[in-house]
């Protein structure tokens, strides 16, 4: 644990953000610093928080993994989980995957989803994702968000276009939005989920 005290903000902030930018460059690290300003002014920080009064500073997240060689079967197990979990076929579950990330842990979107299923931001903390580069919490993360798409419109494309482009256009239209993007992922997702069902 690292805890800085007794010093002043200048000083203290200045040492938190070198730690935390050593951080960022050692492999597998994970570092969630909290801040603590006692009734003297003096600012407290750490990496493990013993009293509820320290609150989160800055929040580090794990160097991504390497992309798998063997891409297109590395997560099975995870895809496995899940369909049991949410009651997906695992061939489902692999086709949004290949067409979200192409099996890549690292991929980050323009608009910042991350991650094999491409989770956004926002969506971390109620889908229980900590770490979205982490192939285990968003394939389970993402199950969970498709699971909850097909229970509410009950049929496979409707779902599949409100996880592209968000359940808020597809109520819009009634239908698969008119997106070029959302039509062409329906299609792509579907083509191989198709071709996977058949081998």
């Known amino acids: 644990m690292k805890v800085f005290k007794g010093i002043s903000q200048q000083k203290a902030l200045l040492s938190v953000f070198i730690m935390a930018a050593f951080l960022m460059h050692v492999p597998g690290a994970w ?3 909290y801040l603590y300003k006692d009734e003297n002014g003096v600012y407290h ?10 609150s989160l500073f800055i929040r580090q997240w794990r160097t991504p993994p390497p ?3 063997n891409s297109s079967t590395s997560y099975d197990a995870y895809i496995d989980e899940a369909s049991r979990r949410f009651n997906i076929d695992p061939h489902l579950l692999k086709a949004v995957v290949k067409v979200e990330s192409n099996f890549d842990p690292r991929a980050v979107s323009k608009k910042g989803a991350a991650g094999l299923m491409q ?11 900590r ?29 599949l276009a409100a996880y592209n482009a968000g359940p808020g256009a597809v109520d819009r ?12 992922y329906v299609r792509e997702v579907l083509r191989h989920y198709n071709t996977l069902k058949n081998r």
Request: proline share 10%; charged share 20%.
């Open 131 to 159: 770490d979205p580069f982490s192939p285990q919490e968003n394939i389970l993360g993402g199950a969970r968000y498709l699971r909850e798409m097909l229970n509410r419109y009950g049929e496979l494309s409707l779902a």
């Open 119 to 129: 989770v956004m931001p926002e969506n971390f903390r109620y889908l229980g994702i």
């Open 67 to 69: 992309a798998s060689k």
């Open 173 to 184: 239209y009634g239908s698969i939005p008119p997106f070029r993007e959302t039509q062409a």
């Open 45 to 54: 920080f750490t990496d493990q928080p013993l009293t509820p009064e320290y």
């Open 31 to 33: 570092a969630d610093i």
